[in-house]
């Protein structure tokens, strides 16, 4: 019956000792050396490549812009549609328009007083014309 215990008696007979002074190996570099980025490199968890993620993490944008973009995309806003969608009742009213609608992420961004008036601000600022 294997065990571990016998597995590891097996991996500690199989270890040759040599005359000499011993010597720290770091095994996950070909050099031996360890180092701080290779050990955080063997450690965290490694999900999914995000290719775009670039586009937004980048020098040009702010971190506060980046990380609103990351949520935006990710559905992490707080709104009240997502509240409802997750089976919580709540009546949803956008505060910021003259005319309410349901607080949605296109209400805030596009459709709604405050988001229209911004890309109708920029478009006109970046000489753009709609379509
Ligand atoms: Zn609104």
């Known amino acids: 019956m294997f065990s571990l215990i016998t597995h590891k008696k097996e991996?500690?007979?199989?270890?040759?000792?040599?005359?000499?002074?011993d010597k720290l190996i770091f095994?996950?570099?070909?050099s031996g050396i360890c180092?701080?980025?290779?050990?955080?490199?063997?450690?965290?968890?490694?999900?999914?490549?995000?290719?775009?993620?670039?586009?937004?993490?980048?020098?040009?944008?702010?971190t506060r812009i980046a990380f609103f973009i990351w949520k935006v995309?990710?559905?992490?806003?707080?709104?009240?549609?997502?509240?409802?969608?997750?089976?919580?009742s709540l009546a949803s009213k956008c505060p910021y328009c003259f005319y309410p609608n349901i607080e949605s992420l296109e209400h805030l961004l596009f459709q709604g007083e405050v988001g229209s008036n911004i890309w109708v601000y920029f478009s006109k600022a970046l000489n753009l014309t709609t379509c």
């Open 73 to 88: 995309v990710l559905n992490g806003i707080s709104m009240d549609i997502n509240i409802q969608q997750r089976g919580i």
């Open 27 to 30: 095994t996950l570099a070909t």
């Open 11 to 21: 991996v500690a007979k199989s270890i040759k000792l040599t005359v000499g002074q």
């Open 35 to 62: 180092s701080s980025s290779l050990l955080y490199e063997d450690l965290r968890h490694k999900g999914n490549v995000c290719h775009w993620a670039k586009y937004i993490w980048n020098d040009f944008i702010l």
